[in-house]
């Protein structure tokens, strides 16, 4: 697929963050989804996140798997790595690259279809290894790319363009990370940057996997009277449980004197996540709250945003298979292969 | 009834026809509006009795088939490229157990790097798997051929692949004839399986089988195949007879029979070899063609009874046995006897290529002199293959697909990469 360049506008009085970049340094090629697609939003609050991160566009490396979704890594960060792979296995091919070198900060970016129709097992296996990945599943509730057939994201009695009503139960992310012990889950959506540019960089700063489920609606195949994945939909029914800030280590000093009513969750590299107007008996750090929490909204037929689930202290792949700090791409060779009088010694333990 | 319809929509059509009991299917391009039709009519209840699963992955299309087939449905399901390797694990579980399901390929490319254009990569991955494959040249025959997929199907029990051409043939409009349901129901009698999960007489399917009959089952499996070569063609006559058309059967020949230099191809690129040697039979050439339309079981006698007067047989195949060449040319070569004709492989469509009649006609003319290459890929743009080589003496020289699009311009070049 011929990918199109930017024009290059100069525009000198752009602000710089940190390392020197301006937003524009954080964006790729031009897309070629539809125009008004939520994906594209959500591309624009990447950008916007990755810059204010302070990050280094060498040091991310992108990934996805296929469909209108998984194609928008190459409309940000475009100098970054990338690596477009099968549909449905891109947690996977994140899980190698993270076990193999845990420097580079993987954004991985799928699709509903790619997530939870053909790549459930692969999302769900790389929640409970805990890889240091963060996970956006841009969320329309069909599959965009194949011309809008339901994905096991769509609710039950919507509608598709043709009058086709949805009968099978949905399956939710978030619901799906909290049974099975995933360390930090987020929804948001697409129209709404605001709340979606935090939830991002504390998603990128978190140290284990952060799923965040971004509703993002598909403008040509589901954004009708009917759908539950609409911009209409959305507008009226999203509910924020949390506002969350997201605190960056090198402000955590003034940012973290006590406020009444804000619950700090410390994040493992100093920078901290205000939780702001939570609901009574919510506890973002308490899975069984959030479960009861979410459901019951759900029955209420509301759809919850926010970060909803956090848990700074879970080890993550790294940890719980107690790899070496430096990645293992730079261990050297003498050292990966202590050679076999190593060996031997080792095996004299048992003789 | 004749009618101008979509290659998907007639094939729908076709597959409604047979009453199939169970459909289940996940969508990929160039097969999507084939199992988008027959949702449809399953949900206007055009098809009825029938069940249409939508699934999540084609691994689990194929397994929902493995059961609805062993529970005694007929059963449908159609896939391409990743689809059907994401499958092959329950591909080869359909045939080892003998459960006659259908299956259309709409013919793709495999990645990587991913293409979505026609090739034959996808089913040629699968020639070795115990289905049965049929390739078709035309809407008309990829109709005619799933009616005569399920009697296959049915009387040897054993599933059935029918190959047609992504987008050339899945996506274009021609006039198609579509037989009667009266017709269709003469041809085709209910499904009688040969074996099934019937609660009156309990049995369980899926032995495991070691050393001291697994040779034996196998050995069947390939008889069986064998069995095909003589049933295939019988239900491509009873077709002819009930339908008064031609499709289907074993292997085809067109102006092949004084022919010196023959053509052997299958799909949709017979109609273009076919005009191609209308056009150089006017110049005098001795020239013909011989399509595939059974590519499993391989119909050596009947390849061998077409080809052996030939000087030379020149096989244009849309897929590559890579670190070999041809597929279709090793088997056409296998079924060849002393003295034999000699045998050009031509790799040639990969990824959408267009496979023109120009291209053709200096291809054939150079085969006629014997001026080809024992393996051809056809319009190969060399000078790129070699700057990418040359770009390899250095080792950290990237991802060759992204490499080569550089260079011929279809990406930006990377500000990083140069
Ligand atoms: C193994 C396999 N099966 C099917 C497809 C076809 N396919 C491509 S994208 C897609 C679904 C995409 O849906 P989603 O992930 O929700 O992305 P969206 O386009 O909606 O953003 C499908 C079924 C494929 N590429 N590979
Ligand atoms: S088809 Fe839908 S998901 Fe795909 S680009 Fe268009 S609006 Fe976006
Ligand atoms: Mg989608």
Redesign the interface.
Known sequence: M??I?KPIVPLLDLPRNAVGLTVRDYEG?MSTLCAGCGHDSITASLVQALWELDLQPHMIAKLSG?GCSSKTTAYFA??AHGF?S???RMAAIATGAAAANRDLLYVGVSGDGDSL??G?GQLMHAMRRNVRLMYIIENNGV?GL??G??S?SADVGALLK?G?KNLYAPIDPVQVGLAIGATFLARSFSGDKQQLVPVLKAAAMHRGFALVDVLSPCVTFNDHEGSTKSYRYMREHEVQATEADFIPHRTAVTASIPVDGVQTVAMHDGSELHFRNVPADYDPTDRVSVMHYLQERRDAGEVVTGILYVDEDAPNLHELGNTTETPLVKVPYEALCPGSRALAAVQRQWT | MRTQIEGSRAVARAVALARPEVISAYPISPQTHIVEALSEMVKTAELAPCEYINVESEFGAMSVAIGASAAGARTYTATASQGLLYMAEAVYNASGLGLPIVMTIANRAIGAPINIWNDHSDSMSQRDSGWLQLYAESNQEAVDMHLQAFRIAEELSLPVMVCMDGYVLTHAYEQVDIPAQEQVDAFLPPFEPQQVLDPDQPMSIGAMVGPEAFTEVRYLAHLKQMRALDVIPEVAAYFHTAFGRVAGGLVQGYRSEDADTIVVALGSVLGTIKDTIDELRETGMRIGAVGIKTFRPFPLAGIHAMLGHARRVVVVERAVAIGIGGIVALNVRSALTDPAPRVYTVVAGLGGRAITTASLRALFRDAAADRLQPLTFLDLNTALVERELQRMQRRRSGPHAENMLRDVGAIAASPVLG
């Open positions: 011929p990918s360049t090629t296929i475009g100098t477009n099968v549909h449905g129709s053909i459930l599959y194949t011309k057939q339901f096991a043709g086709q």
